[in-house]
């Protein structure tokens, strides 16, 4: 039961990787170690007490692609691999669109010449998206059903691959789909060796905060305290990457027993302003986590969290994880490596 995980080496695949093994599945690794680090496999090794198979290379190489999947035939593929900082989209789109646009019609392309030449297999894909394809939503808690739209060319890659999605099962109905719609994940294995490595500043909160909790950096900048919430700063629904990595699985699972495309959220159902996750963590730490409000980021919304009904309903998944386990766990990772990989 082989499974191919592109980005598998990053932070949310290398922890899916781990949760695949656990749940009795051979998981293929592909990566271009872009946005990740080699040493991850050395960990994945550790914690899992076996060796993963690597594939080291390019998704917008579709050719490679094809040979790949015709080398392992993998029962199912989760598509990771992109790149997913919103701040950093606003600034690079043409990044974002041809990466993370162009690599899944590379993937796509390459899944379908391998279905054709052998069409007994149906073609299975977990397609890893992203709550900002509800662009900034009118309401809270947000369902599947509601309108989708973006506020920065991350979140519009996601829709546009969505969209594509919708119409490759259109045009070919043998196609098994499951779309993620995750929304901020956060945390780390709590064996401490994995967990996220961001490379240069932060984009994404928590490990911001970490690096200030750890003494890589003076202080956090909290960008607006004038949002209408609480607090005044955004609110957002943490999860954590355990919970995320233990619903792949679980969608994986459902694909490849029910054979019905679907599309659900994963979040907790609760919302966390940025003060909210300070606070935890420096609970969580003993570490104090100073911070400095700065303007509003481009691209940004007040508040997102997710109605996770649908994904318990179809998926029998629920988070269990709370935001004092993702700090405490966060917290283990950033300690034990103050420099991530590079320690």
């Not at 991350?154 to 929304?183: C, N, Q």
């Not at 027993?257 to 963590?281: C, I, M, P, W, Y």
Request: proline letters at 7%; aromatic letters at 8%.
């Amino acid at each position: 039961m082989k499974i191919l995980l592109t980005g598998g080496a990053g932070y949310i695949g290398s922890h899916t990787a781990v949760a695949l093994v656990a749940a009795g599945f051979d998981p293929i690794v592909l990566d271009n170690f872009a946005n990740s680090h080699p040493v991850v496999m050395e960990r994945l090794a550790t914690i899992t007490g076996r060796h993963i198979a690597l594939e080291r290379g390019d998704v917008l190489d579709t050719p490679w692609l094809e040979d790949v999947l015709r080398r392992h035939q993998p029962v199912g593929v989760v598509h990771f691999a992109g790149d997913k900082a919103v701040g950093e989209s606003v600034a690079l789109p043409l990044k974002y669109f041809h990466n993370n646009i162009g690599g899944a019609v590379s993937l796509l392309r390459a899944m379908e010449t391998v279905h054709t030449e052998n069409p007994a297999t149906a073609p299975t894909l977990v397609f890893s998206s992203s709550a900002t394809v509800y662009g900034d939503p009118a309401t809270v808690p947000i369902t599947e059903n509601f309108p989708r739209s973006h506020t920065n060319p991350y979140g519009h890659s996601k829709l546009v691959i969505e969209d594509m999605l919708s119409a490759l099962r259109t045009a070919s109905p043998a196609w098994r789909v499951g779309v993620l719609r995750y929304f901020n994940p956060v945390g780390a294995h709590p064996s401490g060796l994995i967990g996220e490595d961001p490379a240069g500043i932060p984009n994404n909160l928590m490990p911001f905060v970490a690096q200030v909790a750890v003494g890589q950096r003076e202080h956090l900048n909290v960008y607006g305290d004038d949002y209408p919430t609480p607090d005044g700063t955004g609110v957002r629904d943490y999860i954590h990457v355990q919970d995320l990595a233990a619903g792949h699985v679980a969608a994986i699972k459902t694909l490849l027993r029910q054979g019905e495309s679907f599309t659900v959220n994963l979040g907790t159902g609760r919302g966390h302003s940025v003060l909210d996750v300070v606070k935890a963590f420096e609970a969580a730490s003993g570490k104090p986590v100073p911070y400095r409000v700065a303007p509003r980021r481009a691209g940004d919304v007040a508040q997102c969290w997710a109605d996770p009904a649908l994904a318990l309903r179809l998926l029998g998944w629920q988070a269990l994880h709370t935001l004092d386990d993702m700090c405490a766990d966060a917290w283990r990772w950033q300690s034990a490596n103050p420099n991530g990989y590079r320690s």
